[in-house]
């Protein structure tokens, strides 16, 4: 065996008996369903109260005496009868009048034009001139599947790098600030072992690590949600499930992924003195992952040009959201992230391989 | 006369704004102990460090068994065990198994690295504690895992920088013993220690450094001079050197 795979496997022994690494794996695989049940019962919860408000004939009344007032907090929306027609007081900020605004305009205008049809047909005209031009819908896929295509959409990228991410931390600054505070840094470059085949052994089982941590939480996810349906029961529930076309992408830039960020945070942990100051270097990095995937969240019809394809893990999400979404791969953009993340990744390892040669790696501990 | 092991000729290292060594020269032998002495900060672990090609040399050259440090520094690590006093250990593996990284780290094939662990293990008297994790190890028990991963590969030149300071007294014995046997074997052997009554036991010859210059160079009676003990003639030297 060569020194890469004598330090790769060394350094998989390690990680498999670190009960930090282990932990973070396992509470991955175990958080991910958790928190999805507790989606589903909330979006199964609202489901349930829009369905019940919009299925119901009228709007709960209550008599007030000050509409506006009242508006504020006591009621959704306040409303008071005029000679000339209806004032309406609601709050914006409160989603519950939100959702009472829109209804009441969709009744009052269902009202206004029943009185109108009415109004026609006591003048013997057909109604149906009020509807010049009738619309037929045909969605290209079904509504349901596009609910659940698009919740994944968000999630899936987002805990494949977070994962990506967090799964090999802890091995990654143990490997390498770790072996600094052990003392056991020195004897290690003692060895016939070229370093940057040290390295490379290091980074190919944090990589390994991280992509193991990935896969486990995404894999859980997929499994919880073939067995929890969203929507409630009468408001067109679905599941949600992943294509054998968006697995394949999710795998090829986990590895990707995975790689990256093994280099990145190997580099950190080598300017680190100790544990605990890889830690605080690599704490700007979990604000970095969680940008791209919030981009995605607020910009649902975010549709970039090629060039958004070059940032580094933004592409990522971009190109895994188009895979679930359209269950399709623009090839193209699929080239420009795998070669951005190789570079990306390639830069991190030139990083890592310059600080884990250099004089001073031994001199400052 | 025996020929020179390690060969170190004007030999400058600058760290950062420090100049730690300035010129120094001496040479080791195989079959011998050799002591390289001085106050802390002297620059004797620099000078190791250099030795075993960590560090590289501003000015000056260092050969090991005919070996340059700057252009063959595997070779030069293939040759070479050194024992420190931070005596870190991977704790997660066994004492067996940090001595097996170190073994395959240094070549060679499977069968021959089992061979060389068993018998390093023999050697040092670690079977009762060889399947331990070594995060359950005493001191002495880490020394000696540290030790046998610095001999696992048999260099003929072992380099101990300061090895008995953390230990205690019994551990501390056998780290002296196990010097003596080496030199025996035939092995170069270089003590780097500022406890002087070691210095003066073990070492066949010494070089006192101080400020990154040698101050005194010779078997440890030329050394020790009209004095004493080695202890008062380094005292003097360094107090000249001032």
């Given at each position: 065996?060569?020194?890469?795979?004598?330090?790769?496997?060394?350094?998989?022994?390690?990680?498999?008996?670190?009960?930090r690494t282990l932990m973070a794996i396992g509470l991955a695989a175990l958080a991910t369903p958790v928190v999805l049940f507790v989606i589903s019962q909330v979006s199964t919860k609202t489901?349930?109260?829009l369905e019940i408000l919009f299925s119901s004939t009228g709007l709960k009344l209550e008599r007030i005496d000050d509409p506006a007032t009242a508006a504020k907090q006591q009621v959704d929306i306040g409303i008071a009868f005029t000679?000339?027609?209806?004032?309406?007081?609601?709050?914006?900020?409160?989603q519950s009048a939100q959702i009472a605004d829109v209804r009441l305009q969709t009744i009052l205008s269902r009202y206004d034009a029943a009185r109108i049809a009415a109004t026609l047909q006591q003048k013997g005209v057909d109604p149906s001139v009020l509807d010049p031009l009738p619309v037929t819908v045909h969605p290209l896929s079904s509504p349901t599947k596009a609910a659940g295509n698009s919740f994944l959409s968000f999630f899936l990228p987002y805990i494949l790098i977070t994962m990506s991410l967090t799964g090999g931390l802890s091995a990654a600054l143990d490997t390498s600030a770790g072996e600094r505070e052990r003392k056991t840094l020195e004897?290690?470059?003692?060895?016939?072992?070229?370093?940057?085949?040290?390295?490379?052994?290091?980074?190919?089982?944090?990589?390994?690590i991280s992509l193991t941590a990935?896969?486990?939480?995404?894999?859980?996810?997929?499994?919880?949600?073939?067995?929890?349906?969203?929507?409630?029961?009468?408001?067109?529930?679905?599941?949600?499930?992943?294509?054998p076309l968006a697995a394949v992408v999710m795998v090829w830039l986990a590895v990707l992924l995975a790689a990256s960020f093994s280099c990145l945070t190997i580099a950190l942990g080598t300017l680190a003195r100790n544990f605990r100051q890889g830690q605080a270097y690599a704490t700007p990095l979990y604000f970095i992952t969680i940008f791209p995937a919030s981009i995605v969240l607020f910009i649902p019809d975010f549709n970039p040009n090629v060039a958004y394809y070059l940032i580094p893990i933004l592409n990522a999400v971009l190109v895994l959201r188009d895979a679930i979404t359209h269950d399709a791969v623009a090839w193209s953009a699929l080239a420009v992230t795998s070669?951005?993340?190789?570079?990306?990744g390639a830069l991190c390892f030139y990083a890592a391989l310059r600080l884990f040669t250099r004089e001073a790696l031994l001199v400052r501990s | 006369m025996t020929e020179?092991?390690?060969k170190v000729d004007r030999l400058e290292k600058t760290l950062g704004s420090n100049r730690v060594l300035r010129g120094i020269s001496f040479e080791a032998r195989s079959g011998e102990i050799f002591g390289l002495l001085g106050p802390n900060g002297a620059g004797k672990t620099t000078t190791l460090r250099v030795i075993c090609t960590l560090l590289a040399p501003d000015a000056g050259s260092v050969e090991v068994l005919g070996f340059d440090t700057r252009l063959a520094s595997r070779e030069v690590r293939r040759r070479v065990g050194v024992v420190t006093a931070e005596i870190g250990v991977y704790p997660r593996l066994t004492a067996r198994e940090n001595i097996a990284y170190f073994a395959e780290l240094s070549g060679g094939v499977d069968g021959e690295i089992n061979g060389r662990v068993d018998a390093v293990l023999d050697r040092l008297d670690m079977r009762d504690f060889a399947n331990q994790r070594a995060e359950s190890l005493s001191s002495g028990q880490k020394q000696k895992v540290a030790i046998a991963r610095a001999i696992v590969h048999d260099p003929p030149v072992l380099?101990?920088?300061?090895?008995?300071?953390?230990?205690?007294?019994l551990a501390s014995r056998e780290i002296r013993e196990f010097m003596v046997e080496a030199k025996g074997r035939g092995k170069c052997v270089i003590f780097s220690t500022h406890v002087l009554h070691d210095a003066e036991r073990l070492c066949d010859r010494v070089t006192i450094i101080h400020q990154g210059r040698v101050v005194a160079s010779g078997t440890t009676s030329e050394v020790r001079g009209g004095y004493q003990d080695l202890e008062d003639s380094f005292l003097s030297l360094v107090e000249a050197a001032r």
């Open positions: 065996m060569n020194s890469v795979g004598i330090v790769f496997m060394k350094e998989i022994r390690e990680i498999l008996r670190d009960r489901a349930s109260g000679s000339s027609g209806i004032d309406e007081y609601y709050d914006p900020t409160r004897s290690l470059l003692l060895t016939p072992a070229p370093r940057s085949h040290v390295l490379i052994g290091k980074i190919l089982a944090v990589t390994a990935a896969l486990a939480a995404i894999v859980s996810m997929l499994i919880a949600l073939s067995q929890i349906s969203f929507g409630g029961a009468q408001n067109g529930a679905f599941n949600v499930a992943l294509s070669a951005s993340l190789v570079l990306t | 020179s092991a390690v380099m101990f920088d300061e090895p008995t300071s953390n230990l205690d007294v």
